[in-house]
């Protein structure tokens, strides 16, 4: 195979990593977002006007996100074949499948949303609002099929490898159905799906917490904070188990990465649980241990082998210290934000409103940002941990990287391109919130029974365009 | 047909489907771009908005569809193509991602300063894409890719895809300005569907100008390409320079509808006659649809992918645009 220099190797795998780390927060938008403006525009049209004008936002807020999400998501399908043609040469048939029928629910999403968004006042209230189940249902089978074509790469089955004649491999017995429904499809599927549906509720919820610090308690604001803040609690609650039934599966099918998620230099009974911690030369330092969790955690009971990092050669291991710190990041956070949401519900419960708190609005605040960072910190896991493979034991990354030189090149200028639309949509994003705002306290005549015109004031547009 | 070059005419189908539709987008943002200062332009731009606001992203799908199917029906020449011509691919990419964020960044500016730097975005942008996207089309219609690795730069800056890409942002404009005029005499605003129109005529006019010069570089620099347009791919041709005469007649007379009919059908037959041309290569001169097809079990697969789009996908795409069609559709919503 081709040998190409490292630096043009950490190039490529740096633009891959930056364009999927930016691209998978705005599509857990499109996976999740439909089901959040759903549930507040049905309520909007069973006579909550305040869940009303939220959808109407949100609607809005959809289409600046669903739009760069749209495009990041198309620059990762090129990256698929300028960065990693060894990859789609040879195995594009086998794992195109998912991606052929991603297509089919990104379409439906593209042409619903379009639907939706313009269908305000169009179409009849009940169509309108039932144009969201088809996104809602897009994003399942969206996930799941982008999700298979990834797990492939970590438990890959569905064909042969033959040796030709001249000593190359050769793909044979193509089977795309068994490579689809491989065997790490449903963990990983569910963990996404869940993750996307954590990030939207606590990223929304954050939203409105900040608004309620600083003072806006309208209903508008305690509404839209508890409908985001149940959809992200609901997949918190239930995101820890999948992630334990995925981590299960990996001592059998990826045991290097598991080892290097736990931190686990040799293969042990017993093995101890490593808390932190760093791998000097081979020896673990600063971790903090607790005897057997790790055995109990990983493989169900403690007498059971937790893998070592050995079991590869030294040039086949995953760089342990990123994968385990990761790994204990998205543990932690999400751990974290389970309790913290299942506490504000508890709390609740016992008649008291834990959002008349400061510390508990500035903790919610933070927790948007926190399941973003769990989520990046999950990405890590998975695909560092794979590492050096690009297909699990079959394809080294090295060898499915492009021949061509400078990537520096365009990783630098996707670096630039990216934080200018991240900055952008954050600060389009605020300032509509604020128009908004100044929408809501001068406008008393909020009229007509669909809702109230949010946006579109024809004062801005003339100024816009004039 | 083999099921192989049935997964190829699929493919194709939706390099037809993108070229008509995210055409006319693209083309919108060429019009946007030539529009004028923010008073001058304001009507077009409004029109703009509303015309390609509720289809651009299902229309700009047809490019993932096409690439999807082409990585999965045909792995190696997918591969060598995206390689062989990374660098206009990577001005593709950039350019897609500035035009889709532009344009909806640009719907909720908050002033005129920030609306105009996200409309420049949008703009520049639409011409570069097409521009580019051309340029490929030109350089694997040229013969000028091989199954492995050709030159980054020689290799699609022939005449060719010179031809290509030039032809690609004028017949966008054209397909774009015949919309816009329709869609603006639907909402009743004569006068700018008049000015669209005039458009319309000078961009196809051009169009229509460039194709026939551009005989002579292509017969020269794509023999293969050149043989199948005087030969197999011949009456769609003819048919192309029909509905395009068709188109700009009734331009003339201000029958946009109708213009908009023959305008999609011109432009639908020469990209239909490009692929008739070139076949049976999906590189030309370099790999056949047999030398390049995936797995038999995986193009089984891409056709059943194709029958559920067809039953899914499709229904929803036209009911969209029975929709955006709908005169109550066309003004406002407030």
């Given amino acids: ?466 | 047909m083999s099921l192989a070059a049935l997964c190829a005419a699929l493919m194709f189908f939706g390099v037809v489907a993108y070229a008509i539709f995210a055409g006319a987008d693209f083309g919108s943002g060429v019009w946007d771009l030539l529009a004028g200062d923010a008073q001058k332009g304001a009507h077009l731009r409004t029109q703009i908005d509303k015309s390609i606001g509720p289809v651009w992203e299902a229309n700009h799908v047809w490019l993932i569809y096409v690439l999807v199917f082409m990585w999965t029906g045909f792995p190696r020449a997918f591969a060598a193509m995206i390689t062989t011509l990374f660098i206009p691919w990577l001005f593709v990419g950039l350019g897609i991602v500035l035009r889709g964020s532009g344009f909806a960044f640009r719907k909720f500016a908050e002033t005129l300063t920030q609306a105009r730097l996200y409309g420049a975005a949008f703009a520049a942008s639409s011409v570069i894409t097409p521009f580019f996207l051309g340029m490929i089309a030109g350089a694997i219609a040229g013969g000028r890719v091989p199954l492995g690795r050709g030159d980054l730069w020689s290799s699609w800056t022939g005449p060719t895809s010179w031809v290509g890409g030039v032809l690609a942002v004028l017949t966008c404009s054209f397909l774009a300005a015949t919309f816009l005029a329709s869609d603006a005499e639907r909402a009743g605003n004569h006068e700018l569907a008049v000015q669209c129109g005039k458009r319309a005529l000078i961009a196809g006019v051009a169009a229509g100008a460039v194709a026939m010069i551009a005989i002579i570089p292509i017969e020269s620099d794509a023999e293969t390409l050149a043989g199948g347009l005087q030969g197999r791919a011949a009456p769609f041709v003819v048919l192309s320079a029909i509905a395009g005469l068709f188109a700009l007649w009734r331009l003339r007379a201000g029958r946009f509808a109708r213009a908009r009919v023959g305008a999609v059908i011109a432009v639908a037959a020469v990209v239909i006659g490009w692929g008739v041309a070139q076949y049976p290569d999906v590189l030309v001169d370099h790999a056949t649809i047999s030398d390049v097809a995936g797995a038999h079990s995986t193009l089984v697969g891409l056709l059943i992918t194709f029958g559920i789009a067809a039953v899914t996908a499709v229904p929803a795409m036209v009911w969209l645009f029975v929709l955006v069609n709908k005169r109550d559709w066309a003004g406002d919503s407030h």
């Fill in chain 1, 1 to 466: 195979m081709l040998a190409v220099d490292a630096s043009q190797l950490m190039a490529a795998r740096d633009q891959m990593a930056l364009s999927l780390g930016f691209h998978i927060v705005l599509s857990c938008f499109g996976v999740a977002f439909p089901a959040l403006i759903y549930v507040a525009h049905r309520r909007g049209l069973r006579g909550d006007a305040d869940a009303l004008v939220l959808a109407k936002r949100w609607s809005k807020v959809a289409a600046v996100l669903f739009a760069v999400g749209a495009v990041s998501g198309t620059v990762l399908s090129f990256e698929m074949g300028l960065l990693w043609p060894g990859l789609m040469s040879t195995f594009g048939d086998v794992i195109g499948l998912p991606f052929a029928l991603e297509g089919i629910a990104f379409f439906v999403e593209a042409i619903f949303l379009g639907i939706y968004l313009y269908g305000w006042n169009r179409l009849s209230p009940k169509v309108h609002l039932r144009t969201l189940i088809p996104m809602i249902a897009a994003g399942v089978m969206g996930t799941f099929c982008v999700v298979a074509a990834n797990a492939w790469m970590n438990s890959p089955s569905g064909f042969n490898l033959q040796t030709a004649a001249d000593g190359s491999l050769k793909v044979v017995d193509v089977d795309p159905v068994e490579a689809m429904f491989n065997n790490a499809v449903w963990t990983e599927f569910l963990h996404m799906f869940v993750a996307a549906y954590m990030v939207v509720g606590f990223v929304a919820a954050a939203v409105y917490a900040s608004g309620m610090l600083r003072g806006r308690r309208d209903r508008v604001h305690t509404l839209g904070f508890r409908l985001a803040f149940a959809m992200a609690t609901i997949a918190a609650v239930v995101q820890p188990l999948i992630g334990h039934v995925a981590g299960m599966r990996l001592a059998e099918h990826q045991p290097q990465k598991l080892a290097a998620m736990e931190l686990a230099t040799t293969t042990e009974h017993n093995a101890p649980l490593n808390i932190g911690g760093f791998l000097i030369d081979g020896k673990v330092y600063g971790a903090l241990k607790i005897p057997g969790l790790s055995s109990l955690l990983a493989r169900g009971w403690f007498n059971r082998d937790v893998p070592g990092l050995d079991l590869a050669p030294q040039a086949d291991q995953p760089p342990a210290n990123v994968v385990h710190n990761a790994f204990q990041i998205m543990v932690g956070v999400g751990t974290a934000l389970m309790l913290f949401s299942l506490w504000f519900w508890l709390r609740r419960r016992r008649g008291r409103d834990p959002t008349s708190g400061r510390r508990f609005l500035k903790m919610a605040v933070v927790a948007g940002p926190a399941a973003v960072l769990a989520l990046e910190a999950g990405w890590t896991v998975t695909e560092v941990g794979r590492q050096p493979w690009i297909v699990q034991d079959v394809l080294r990354v090295r060898d499915a990287v492009t021949p061509n030189g400078g990537i520096w090149i365009s990783f630098t200028v996707i670096a630039i391109v990216y934080a200018g639309l991240g900055t952008i949509t954050y600060r389009l994003l605020r300032s509509m919130s604020r128009r908004w705002r100044e929408a809501d306290r001068t406008a008393t005549d909020l009229p007509t029974p669909y809702g109230p015109p949010i946006e579109d004031d024809p004062r801005d547009r003339v100024e816009a365009r004039r």
